[in-house]
């Protein structure tokens, strides 16, 4: 593998972990002013209308013709539309914390995923050092005095099937790289999320008469700049990025990466909202990140999921 573009991956993947760390800000300060649906319709027009400005200029070259489009819409419905929707429903009926509890399952979901449907091999020094850094963002939360309320099923099990769709879109993307570009991917997902999203928000709000609470939210720069934020940048450069990284770098490997987001967005509640950083705080980070650094240092050398990408792929076409 070409050590450049591996060494590139490794670095995005921290970045898009920093990005979405920060994007918990900035969907704090949209929510203020709009509706979670609509903010999810903004967020994705935002990504939608800026890389289709490189698209119509020809500086993106999409080339969709003879390509398994079924595949992609698969890929699409795991995420944005799976995830986004068991999200926002799941929160509705559970707290944040545990969806962040929940989140934080997701590498040991797509490691499973992956081993199942791309044959990804992983030693047990990775496998402990990815429940290492599961057990760091748990740790965080229980020592916050936030728990699993196991009553409240309904909501526990939408956010766990966010873990699902996370999981199946970073195996399936993965498996995808070889037939579409990472722009492909990208643009296809962004732009039925947008679609999807927005029909069903225009829709709920004609309904109930409040279709002047969608336009609201338009009139705050303070919304405003929190859109690009998650649009532009939470949004559609670490889709971009995240197919790229999963065309160099094994599932299991990145998605623990996710977690690093936790260290992330602690840090910036307690910089910019004032929020308090204690010791068991240090401890949860150190254990995530030295999950991290032990799932990508203790893999197997000159392993290929090459056979494990086309298996998925037979699967697919076979409706298996």
């Known amino acids: ?28 300060k949209a929510l203020g002013y709009a509706h979670p649906l609509d903010t999810l319709t903004y967020r994705f027009a935002a ?23 079924y595949k ?10 799976g995830f986004f929707t068991f999200q926002a429903f799941g929160l509705q009926a559970a707290t944040s914390a545990e969806g962040g509890i929940m989140y934080a399952f997701t590498p040991v979901v797509t490691m499973v995923f992956a081993s199942v ?32 309320d196991l009553s409240n099923m309904k909501g526990i099990f939408l956010l766990f099937l966010t873990c699902l769709a996370f999981a199946g879109y970073s195996v399936l993307a993965r498996s995808l790289t070889k037939e579409f570009s990472p722009a492909e991917i990208g643009y296809f997902t962004i732009a039925l999320g947008f679609a999807a999203f927005l029909i069903v928000s225009l829709t709920g709000h004609a309904v109930s008469g409040t279709l002047d ?38 599932a299991s490997k990145m998605s623990v990466f996710t977690n690093l987001s936790t260290v992330v967005s602690m840090a910036a509640g307690a910089m910019f909202l004032g ?22 240092r203790f893999g197997r050398t000159g392993t290929s999921s ?3 990408r086309w298996k998925v792929n037979k699967r697919i076409e076979e409706g298996k």
């Open 72 to 81: 992609a819409l698969l890929l699409a419905a795991m995420y944005p539309l």
């Open 1 to 28: 593998m070409n050590r450049k573009g591996l060494k590139l991956a490794y670095l995005l993947a921290v970045l898009n972990a920093a990005i979405i760390g920060l994007s918990f800000l900035f969907t704090k």
């Open 213 to 250: 609470r969608f336009f609201a939210p338009i009139a705050s720069g303070t919304f405003l700049v929190s859109i690009f934020y998650l649009g532009v940048m939470s949004s559609l450069f670490t889709t971009l990025t995240a197919n790229y990284i999963l065309s160099k770098m094994e």
């Open 117 to 148: 449907f791309l044959k990804e091999a992983t030693t047990v020094l990775q496998k402990l050092s990815i429940s290492l850094s599961v057990f760091g963002v748990v740790f965080i939360f229980l020592m916050m005095g936030e728990s699993i």
């Open 275 to 296: 929020e308090e950083m204690t010791v068991y705080h240090l401890i949860g980070s150190v254990l995530i990140i030295a999950g991290v650094v032990g799932t990508n």
């Open 306 to 308: 090459a056979s494990g």
């Open 47 to 69: 990504s939608f209308a800026v890389m289709s400005i490189p698209v119509a200029l020809g500086w993106i070259k999409l080339k969709y013709r003879g390509k398994p489009l």
